[in-house]
């Protein structure tokens, strides 16, 4: 049964990315879910950090959402990696189905016009080393025409950047015009200006964390849980970094404290093995539990 749900759950988030034809009835189709289902998945993956947003009647899933930058930064060849396996795979005669199939995913996660192209490598990695001196002596930096596809804008943003992410493809910044930390991607930047004025709203900076169920946010919260056998074998399987967080509490119990970025990852580990584990804190915590409750028994 819960292989079956994520299951649905990956083939949605998958025809989401990027999804530019599917309306909702066609997505409801195509996973075997009800429209309410739908939606209440389009909820969850904006909670867990996916950058959920509706053009017209279609909603998709932005490749730039935190998730898929951790993820492609695990498996994902280093850019002069994928330059050369991209020209080997150039070089490949005749219609190779499955070599075409290679350079369509290639294409789909790495940007060759800036990769094979030594003057744009070479501004990324002035911009770089810009972002890092800013972050260094704690000033104000402007991006100079920073292209934004959400905005649809091209323009100059003044920032106060205070944490290089993902290698160095991303900086972390604080946005005094719009008073919120935001992601920008290295890439996007035409050119940085370091400036002479110093951070005016370092109280303001935020990190990014990313707990054990690779949940991403700029702040955390504590939970505690008693665990049985089941729920303590199941922890330690799927998210094997959890091991820290454990310790024996006698009687076949363990207790598990730890903190976390949302309440939903945690969330849905308590409420799949509800029946072998205690919640002990905090109380912000089981109130996400009990609204979470009510809602499933209100359905």
């Given at each position: 049964?819960?292989?079956?749900?994520?299951?649905?759950?990956?083939?949605?988030?998958?025809?989401?990315?990027?999804?530019?034809?599917?309306?909702?009835?066609?997505?409801?189709?195509?996973?075997?879910?009800?429209?309410?289902?739908?939606?209440?998945?389009?909820?969850?993956?904006r909670d867990t950090g996916f950058e959920v947003y509706k053009r017209g009647k279609v909603y998709c899933i932005d490749r730039s959402s935190p998730?898929?930058?951790?993820?492609?930064?695990?498996?994902?060849?280093?850019?002069?990696?994928?330059?050369?396996?991209?020209r080997l795979l150039d070089k490949v005669s005749?219609?190779?189905?499955?070599?075409e199939n290679l350079k369509r995913k290639m294409d789909r996660f790495y940007d060759f016009d800036i990769l094979d192209s030594g003057e744009m490598r070479e501004q990324a990695a002035h911009n770089v080393s810009i972002l890092h001196e800013a972050i260094k002596t704690k000033r104000q930096v402007l991006l100079r025409n920073y292209s934004s596809p959400h905005s649809n804008t091209c323009r100059d943003r003044l920032v106060e950047p205070f944490m290089l992410m993902n290698g160095n493809n991303e900086v972390r910044c604080h946005e005094p015009a719009s008073g919120m930390n935001k992601t920008f991607k290295v890439?996007?930047?035409?050119?940085?200006?370091?400036?002479?004025?110093?951070?005016?709203?370092?109280?303001?900076?935020?990190?990014?964390?990313?707990?054990?169920?690779?949940?991403?946010?700029?702040?955390?919260?504590?939970?505690?849980?008693s665990l049985g056998s089941l729920s303590y074998n199941v922890l330690k399987e799927e998210y094997p970094s959890a091991a820290k967080h454990i310790t024996p509490a006698g009687d076949m119990r363990w207790h598990l404290s730890l903190n976390v970025c949302s309440h939903a990852g945690i969330g849905r580990f308590v409420l799949g093995l509800y029946e072998d584990i205690e919640v002990l804190g905090d109380d912000a915590f089981k109130a996400y539990l009990r609204d979470k409750i009510m809602r499933m028994a209100g359905d």
């Open positions: 049964m819960r292989h079956d749900k994520l299951e649905r759950e990956l083939h949605l988030l998958l025809l989401l990315t990027d999804n530019h034809t599917l309306t909702i009835e066609k997505l409801c189709d195509k996973v075997g879910i009800s429209r309410r289902n739908l939606y209440y998945y389009l909820e969850f993956f998730f898929f930058g951790r993820l492609v930064e695990r498996v994902s060849f280093t850019d002069d990696e994928a330059v050369l396996m991209r005749g219609n190779n189905a499955v070599v890439a996007r930047m035409e050119d940085v200006t370091l400036l002479e004025q110093p951070w005016q709203h370092e109280a303001g900076h935020r990190r990014m964390y990313t707990d054990i169920f690779m949940f991403s946010g700029e702040e955390l919260f504590p939970v505690s849980l």
